[in-house]
């Protein structure tokens, strides 16, 4: 039987920051929630565009070109190859689509690299 | 430079139901956004799977062994071969996922299938 996924449900599970849970998986991608606060690493994904949802709070997205504040009830979408570094002045829960391929750290190994992501 | 999407902004700049609209394209996806109310048609998709989130009031996902009721800040996967029909007793808007090959209406052509999905 197919459920509906509640996210502010799945989100309240767990309290780490930049530590993307798996909340659903379709065709190659993952649906994916993580709860962000303060600075991530600039990357970026050689083949795969990224979406970010902002479910709570407010995400800044900066770009090598400047930056993109993204609000309650917005979503961005990073192209492949486009640098990029999510941050977080205040804790924010973000929904993201990634091929199921995607490391969320793109082409950077960094102490910020998860490479088992769990669901939640 | 990349831009933020405001969902809000952009239901509310249509008013036809079952007319889902573009917002974003990532990887071999479109976001797409759709006002929907009444009842759709029983169709299953033969190859991909799809997302519904409800942005906006309640869906009731019907599938040949049962109901699922998905509210605001849900979502529901519907996977490929399933049969489902969206509900919506009172007006809903969501947010799909969908590959591009996706047509809305699945293995059915009826009066409801728009082939030019038009960018909102």
């Not at 767990?14 to 991608?29: T, V």
């Not at 565009?49 to 009830?73: A, N």
């Not at 910020?112 to 669901?119: E, N, S």
Request: net charge negative; hydrophobic share 40%; charged share 30%.
């Amino acid at each position: 039987m197919l459920e509906a996924v509640n996210i502010a449900q799945k989100l309240a599970k767990f309290d780490e920051h930049w530590s993307p849970r798996i909340a659903g998986e379709l065709n190659d991608c993952y649906i994916k929630l993580a709860r962000i606060k303060g600075e991530f690493v600039w990357h970026h994904h050689d083949d795969e565009d990224e979406l970010f949802l902002v479910i709570k709070g407010r995400l800044t997205m900066k770009l090598r070109d400047g930056d993109v504040e993204v609000g309650e009830g917005e979503f961005i979408i990073v192209p492949k190859g486009v640098e990029h570094k999510p941050v977080a002045e205040d804790e924010c829960h973000i929904m993201l689509l990634e091929p199921k391929t995607t490391l969320h750290t793109g082409n950077v190994e960094s102490e910020r690299t998860v490479t088992d992501q769990p669901w939640v």
